[in-house]
């Protein structure tokens, strides 16, 4: 946390200094956050078999 919040608050500064909105730094975190969400129902492939987890 030390590190990450001068790291965006630089990169911010950076942003407006070629005339960019501060914003699109934040562009890849919304971007995590879709690739994260659970899908829901089922797919392409059919529904998912019961009991079936992930590996780990």
Known sequence: MAVIV???????R??????KPGWFVLI????????TLPSEGP???GTA???LTAAS
């Open 49 to 51: 078999p019961a009991g």
């Open 43 to 45: 797919n392409a492939h």
């Open 6 to 12: 001068p790291s965006v608050a630089v990169a911010i």
């Open 14 to 19: 950076r942003m407006h200094d070629v005339g």
């Open 28 to 35: 890849p975190v919304y971007d995590i956050y879709l690739a």
